[in-house]
């Protein structure tokens, strides 16, 4: 069992940066893989990040070199976005999973309530 708590999230210009947090507790929570998601109106829930218990992380080429997945010591988990577009506006959430880490929604067991994150043009 795995609580996620998400904050962060706010109005920024295009260009800008903000950072996205998550708090995770539970036993055992250090040996789950941490990952971030995003999902806009209309659209499917969409990969942004993962990163393992070991410190591996994984991005697609929408956010590569502008995002950055971290662990603070295996507990709280970062989402650092810079250089934000209009386009990475949307609803974030945090996820929690057993094993490997993966880029697919149905590989978290534990997800957080979602933080907005609106990037104006």
């Known amino acids: 069992q795995v609580q996620l708590v998400e904050s962060g999230g706010g109005l920024v210009q295009a260009g800008g940066s903000l950072r996205l947090s998550c708090a995770a507790s539970?036993?055992?929570?250090?040996?789950?893989?941490m990952g971030w998601f995003r999902q806009a109106p209309g659209k499917e829930r969409e990969f942004v990040a993962v990163?393992?218990?070991?410190?591996?992380s994984t991005y697609p080429d929408s956010v590569k070199g502008r995002f950055t997945i971290s662990r603070d010591n295996a507990k709280n988990t970062y989402l650092q976005m810079n250089s934000l577009k209009p386009e990475d506006t949307a609803v974030y959430y945090c996820?929690?999973?057993?094993?490997?880490?993966?880029?697919?929604?149905?590989?978290?067991?534990?997800w957080g309530q979602g933080t907005q994150v609106t990037v104006s043009s």
């Open positions: 539970g036993r055992g929570f250090s040996a789950y893989n």
């Open positions: 990163i393992s218990w070991s410190g591996g």
């Open positions: 996820a929690a999973g057993r094993g490997s880490g993966g880029i697919y929604p149905q590989g978290y067991q534990y």
